[in-house]
C-alpha cells in the first residue's frame, strides 16, 4: 500500500479510528496545522523533535464511543478496557481512568503504571504467556484480575496465593481457532499461537481450575487479532465464546465476564477503511446477545480490549527535516531526526504512515521523497515515496496515527534517547515524558573494576 501524501485528514469525530490525524486538527488562518488548538510549529519549537503529541480530545471522543455504544447495544452490564500495551503512560493511564474504562496490563511495569496512574484495581487484567512470579503476587496482592493463559499460570498460583486466603479472581483465556489478518481470516480447529489455551484443553483446564480452592474463575478471554477491518471475525467470536460460557458454567464456574479482546483496525493512510467503533461494538453485542438468548444464559458483563483504536489517531509524530540526497533517476532521500527508534513499525511491519509539513500542509505537491530515519541502518525508512511540497532542512514534518505502538515499541537503538511527549487540549500542551538525554543512557552502564584498571 502506498503512503498517502495529501492532507485530508477526514472528519468522523464520533468515531477518531477512522480518520488519520487528530480529531481537532485544523489549519490556521496563515495555513499552519493545528492540533488541540496548539500550533504545531511552536510546539517543536517549544518541545524539540522528535516529539510524540498526543491530542486530548480524540482519547476522550474514542473512549465515549467505546462507552456509549456498549451502553446503546448491550442490555448486560459492559466494561471496555484500554490495552496499555498500545502506549502506556501515567499520564494515559489516569486519562483512561476518568473516562471510566478500565485496562489490560502484560507486565509489572504496565500494571504499576496503571495503578499508579489511578485505574481502579478491580477493573485492570493481567495478561501475559509467562507471567512471573513477582508479577503474579503484585496482580493477587491488589486485587487485579489474572488473566491464566496457559497450565503454568495455574501451577505457580497454587504455590503463590497462601492456603485459606481470599482466592485469586481469574479469567481464562483460549484461543477461538479464528485466525485474522487484516484483510482475511479463517477459521480453524487449532491455532498456532503462543497464547491461550487450546480449544481442545479448555474443558480440562475448567475442570481442573474446579479443583483448586486458591482461585475463582469469573470471566473468560479471547483475542483475535490486531488492526482488523473486518467485521465478521468478531462476531463469529461471540459465538464460539458463548459456546465456551456455557460450557464454564456447567461445570460450575460463576463466570461473569466475557472478554472479547482488541483488534479494531484504523486509518493510516487514506485507502484504509476501518469500520466505526459504534459498528464493531454493535457487532460483538448483538453476536453476544443473540447467542445467548438462544442457550438461555444469563447476559455476562461485556468486557473489550482495544488499544489502538483508542490512542493511535490521537497521535502523531514531529520531526525537523535535516539532510538530503538525491540518486539521480533513483529517488531522493531527505532524512529527519528521528526514525526506528521512535517509530519501529515500518521496519517491522512495513507499515504506511501518512505525513505533512506542518507550517504548508495544503500547499501543492512538487516531488516524490522517501523520509529516511537517522539510524545506522538501510531500512531506517519511515515512509517510502511521499509527495511533498518542496522542504527545507529545519522544516518540521508530522506523521499521523504514531499514538499506537510507536512510543511502546520505541528502543535506544544507536544510543539515540527517548523523545519527549505532550499532551494537547484547547490551546494548552502539557509534558507527559520528558527527553531523555544521552547521559540518561549511561545510567544503568558499569565498568567492571578491572576495565577501569586497564584503562
Ligand atoms: N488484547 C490482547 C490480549 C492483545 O494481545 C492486544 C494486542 C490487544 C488487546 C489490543 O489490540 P488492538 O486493539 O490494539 O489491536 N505491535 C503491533 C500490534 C500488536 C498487538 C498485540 N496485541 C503493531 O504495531 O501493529
Known amino acids: 500500500m502506498a503512503n498517502s501524501n495529501q492532507y485530508e485528514p477526514g472528519r468522523d469525530l464520533l468515531s477518531p479510528n477512522r480518520n488519520f490525524a487528530p480529531i481537532t486538527s485544523e489549519i490556521d488562518e496563515q495555513g499552519i496545522l493545528m492540533v488541540g ?77 496503571a495503578l499508579k496512574g489511578g485505574v481502579p484495581s478491580n477493573q485492570i487484567v493481567l495478561h501475559g504467556n509467562n507471567k512471573s512470579d513477582q508479577e503474579l503476587l503484585l496482580a493477587y496482592k491488589n486485587g487485579v484480575k489474572i488473566v491464566i493463559d496457559n497450565q503454568h499460570d495455574i501451577d505457580r498460583l497454587t504455590q503463590i496465593v497462601p492456603s485459606g486466603s481470599r482466592p485469586a479472581e481469574l479469567m481464562l483465556r483460549f484461543t477461538p481457532g479464528i485466525e485474522c489478518h487484516t484483510h482475511e481470516y479463517i477459521r480453524t480447529g487449532h491455532l498456532d499461537s503462543k497464547f491461550g489455551f487450546d480449544p481442545d484443553q479448555l474443558e480440562s483446564a475448567l475442570k481442573q481450575l474446579k479443583k483448586i480452592d486458591c482461585a475463582r474463575l469469573s470471566g473468560l478471554h479471547a483475542h483475535i487479532g490486531s488492526q482488523i477491518f473486518e467485521l465478521e471475525p468478531h462476531k463469529d467470536l461471540t459465538g464460539v465464546m458463548v459456546d465456551a460460557l ?48 438462544l442457550k438461555k444464559l444469563d447476559l455476562p458483563r461485556l468486557m473489550c480490549e482495544p488499544g489502538r483504536s483508542l490512542v493511535a489517531n490521537a497521535g502523531l509524530t514531529l520531526y525537523k527535516i535535516g539532510s538530503r540526497k538525491n540518486i539521480p533517476g533513483v529517488r531522493t532521500y531527505v532524512s529527519v531526526d528521528g526514525g526506528m527508534s521512535d517509530n519501529p513499525r515500518p521496519i517491522t511491519y512495513q507499515s504506511c504512515y501518512s505525513a505533512c509539513l506542518v507550517d504548508r500542509p495544503l500547499d501543492p505537491v512538487k516531488e516524490k521523497i522517501t523520509i529516511a ?75 567492571p573494576d578491572h576495565l577501569i584498571e586497564l584503562g
Open 37 to 113: 488548538g496548539c500550533k504545531l510549529s511552536c510546539l517543536a519549537e517549544r518541545y524539540g523533535t522528535p516529539l510524540y503529541v498526543l491530542d486530548e480530545a480524540t482519547i476522550r471522543a474514542a473512549c465515549k464511543s467505546y462507552k456509549e455504544s456498549l451502553e446503546k447495544y448491550y442490555p448486560g452490564r459492559s466494561l471496555a478496557l484500554y490495552a496499555s500495551k498500545a502506549n502506556s503512560s501515567l499520564a494515559i493511564s489516569s486519562l483512561m481512568a476518568s473516562e471510566g474504562l478500565g485496562l489490560d496490563a502484560v507486565s509489572e511495569g504496565e500494571l504499576i503504571t
Open 373 to 447: 530515519g537517522k539510524h545506522c541502518e538501510s531500512g531506517d525508512v519511515l515512509l517510502k515515496d511521499l509527495s511533498l511540497p518542496y522542504s527545507r532542512r529545519g522544516d518540521v514534518l508530522a506523521v499521523f496515527g504514531t499514538g499506537a505502538y510507536n512510543s511502546s515499541m520505541g528502543s535506544n537503538y544507536n544510543r539515540i534517547p527517548r523523545p519527549a511527549a505532550v499532551i494537547v487540549n484547547n490551546g494548552q500542551s502539557d509534558l507527559v515524558q520528558r527527553r531523555e538525554q544521552p547521559e540518561d543512557l549511561l545510567q544503568y552502564d558499569v565498568i
Open 246 to 293: 456455557a460450557l464454564a458454567r456447567q461445570l460450575g464456574h460463576p463466570i461473569e465476564d466475557l472478554n472479547i479482546g482488541g483488534g479494531l483496525g484504523i486509518r493510516y493512510v487514506e485507502a484504509d477503511d476501518p469500520p466505526s467503533i459504534e459498528d464493531w461494538v454493535k457487532v460483538i453485542s448483538n453476536g453476544v446477545k443473540e447467542a445467548c438468548e
